[in-house]
């Protein structure tokens, strides 16, 4: 499968956790099947709610320096993700077409699209102005402050 890619290294088979490439806890996998040929992909790692909790605690540990990252250069990190989903349009859509039968141009249009959010956001970071809100009471003033605050699992 990886030598159809241009980039081979874009084919990965193993889950994301703490900067690490790793199997479930279990070692149980499944099989992501073409829904055109019915043909195995790839066999990735069954996570499950023990693999989500250590994901997750790794997560919050990473986050309390994010959230003090500024957002500059939150902006910066956010664009080279869609740089890297731009320069790789090509490979991503061949997997997106294997992986759930969408028509090529289609998948790679859709990643384009996804792109296009990460660039609109990667310049949204620098600008997470707070506001202030009229208030019904004229003693008091209501303000709102943009900032990261938290994990979601």
Do not use: C
């Not at 790794?58 to 957002?71: D, E, L, R, V």
């Not at 500059?72 to 080279?80: D, E, H, L, P």
């Not at 141009?105 to 102005?129: D, N, P, Q, T």
Request: charged content about 25%; hydrophobic content about 40%.
């Amino acid at each position: 499968m990886a030598s159809r890619l241009n980039n081979p290294k874009l084919f990965l088979t193993k889950g994301y956790i703490n900067g690490e490439w790793v199997d479930s806890k279990s070692g149980k996998t499944f099989d992501v099947v073409n829904p055109s040929t019915g043909e195995s992909i790839a066999a990735i790692p069954e996570m499950d709610v023990q693999d989500v909790s250590v994901a997750s605690k790794h997560a919050a540990a990473a986050f309390k320096s994010w959230k003090t990252t500024s957002g500059k250069v939150r902006g910066k990190i956010i664009r080279k993700w869609a740089d890297l989903m731009n320069e790789n349009a090509a490979d991503l859509g061949i997997l997106m077409t294997l992986e759930n039968g969408k028509p090529y141009i289609e998948a790679k249009g859709e990643i384009g699209f996804a792109a296009s959010y990460l660039e609109f956001y990667s310049g949204e970071a620098e600008r997470a102005y707070g506001d202030v809100i009229p208030s019904s009471n004229i003693a008091n003033r209501l303000f709102a402050i943009k900032q990261p605050i938290g994990v979601v699992a």
